[in-house]
């Protein structure tokens, strides 16, 4: 079952310009993830919030978490032509099992003009 | 480093052939996970291992099977490929028991049954 759907499906932004991306779940997590994916390629780990975290900071990424309200949001800065990919969120539910299996949405495609 | 290793980039195999799909990681992890990825439908979760020889069925098990005869190495099975089989294989790894930790993913098969 998807948890996480992103918003927008796709984005396209001129390199230098902000890009930031949406996900909305549906119940009580430990955490939310973000991935990266390039094209053909596999998912690669951004950033993990906890539950009882608003917002954290890596490098140019800055990620929001709204318990309340279901929602995350991840806003990469300064945005270059390498960051052309897909941006997926997980979930970590409360009642996954020890293997904490996650959730993901559709992913958002993320295009940065040169 | 972690490493999650496929065994193919791309495979083509005909309607009715026993496919097998081969995942090694090398961090010594617990949990081992299959997925497919289709267009629009972000990652669906096919199967997981949290132990040698233990499996669980996850979202779309219909058509699949799955081995855990070793640690590192968690196989994926088609009995009989069918052409709705056709997708983008995924799989992954985490460490057992704690939370907040991110999956690693391969970079996936590609997979074409015609």
């Known amino acids: 079952s998807q948890q996480g759907e992103e918003d927008p499906q796709a984005l396209s932004i001129q390199e230098g310009e902000n890009a930031t991306m949406n996900c909305s779940y549906k119940?009580?997590?430990?955490?939310l993830q973000w991935y990266r994916q390039n094209s053909g390629r596999g998912l690669v780990h951004l950033i993990l919030i906890r539950s009882n975290e608003r917002e954290k900071h890596s490098g140019r990424l800055r990620v929001t978490l709204d318990t309340s309200k279901k929602s995350s949001s991840l806003l990469i800065t300064a945005s270059r032509a390498a960051d052309t990919a897909s941006y997926f969120c997980?979930?970590?539910?409360?009642?996954?099992?020890?293997?904490?299996?996650?959730?993901f949405g559709s992913g958002t495609q993320l295009t940065v003009l040169p | 480093d972690v490493k999650v290793t496929q065994s193919s980039r791309y495979l083509v195999k005909r309607t009715g052939e026993k496919v097998f799909l081969e995942c090694v990681q090398d961090m010594d992890h617990e949990n081992m996970f299959w997925y497919r990825q289709d267009p629009g439908l972000g990652l669906r979760l096919i199967y997981f291992s949290y132990d040698v020889k233990m499996k669980e069925k996850g979202d779309i098990p219909e058509g699949y099977s799955v081995s855990r005869e070793k640690k590192e190495r968690f196989s994926l099975i088609l009995e009989s490929a069918s052409t709705n089989q056709t997708s983008m294989y995924l799989c992954a790894s985490s460490p057992t028991g704690r939370r907040n930790q991110p999956q690693h993913f391969g970079d996936g098969t590609r997979l074409s049954i015609l």
């Open positions: 119940t009580s997590i430990n955490n």
């Open positions: 997980a979930t970590d539910p409360i009642s996954s099992g020890s293997a904490r299996q996650l959730t």
